[in-house]
């Protein structure tokens, strides 16, 4: 994953790994400019002037977040840095004429996991479903069995010691300007369209 420069402060923001119109139909050039342009980008914004001048400013963006996850007096710079993380791989998540169902050795690992495609599909199309309010769904590697699992606002499942393999953004701003408040439309559509399983094999 291109992760830019994420090694110290002061961290960039990770350019898209496509055009911002390459994703349309079913994300717009418009949400990702928002999305990417200016979410994305405040987060690392935010993030170099909460740690200018900390001990945290020498640290990379991964081991910032393992230090403050759970810190209550660090949960701005937490939250900051995660989002930052978080992003970077959900754009990864996705390609152009992606979706369906996936091949080579994830195929196989969620086949021993959940079934079958079709019952991962709706596993983790209910997971992103009924994260309430902001957050996002994982699949994710539990000492090699695929799991699914769902976080609130900025939580990464990284700090809790899985390795994440795929991930939605079901925050409002990923989906709203393209599909309004329908939240399970944005979902398939990333499932059968978008969701980059090269990415995931990538991580198992
Ligand atoms: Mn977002």
């Given at each position: 994953?291109?992760?830019a420069n994420q090694s110290k402060a002061p961290f960039t923001l990770p350019a898209l790994p496509y055009e911002s119109n390459a994703l349309e139909p079913h994300i717009?050039?418009?949400t990702l400019s928002f999305h990417h342009g200016k979410h994305h980008n405040a987060y690392v914004t935010n993030l170099n002037k909460l740690v200018e001048g900390t001990d945290l400013a020498s640290l990379s963006l991964e081991d910032i977040m393992k230090k403050t996850a759970g810190v209550a007096?660090?949960?701005?710079?937490?939250?900051?840095?995660?989002?930052?993380?978080n992003h970077t791989f959900y754009w990864h998540s996705m390609k152009p004429n992606g979706g369906g169902a996936p091949?080579?050795?994830i195929a196989e690992k969620i086949n021993a996991a959940f079934g079958s495609y079709d019952k991962f599909k709706e596993a983790f199309a209910s997971a992103a479903a009924t994260q309430f309010g902001s957050g996002w769904a994982w699949l994710v590697s539990d000492n090699g069995t695929l799991k699914i699992v769902k976080t609130g606002n900025a939580e990464c499942p990284l700090t809790t010691g899985v390795k994440p393999i795929l991930t939605i953004d079901v925050w409002e701003?990923?989906?709203?300007?393209?599909?309004q408040n329908r939240r399970p439309?944005?979902?398939?559509?990333?499932?059968?369209?978008?969701?980059?399983?090269?990415f995931a094999n990538s991580n198992l």
């Open positions: 994953m291109s992760t717009t050039a418009n007096d660090k949960a701005g710079i937490f939250n900051n840095a995660a989002q930052i993380w091949t080579g050795a701003h990923a989906y709203y300007l393209d599909f439309d944005y979902i398939a559509t990333f499932l059968d369209k978008l969701v980059n399983w090269d």
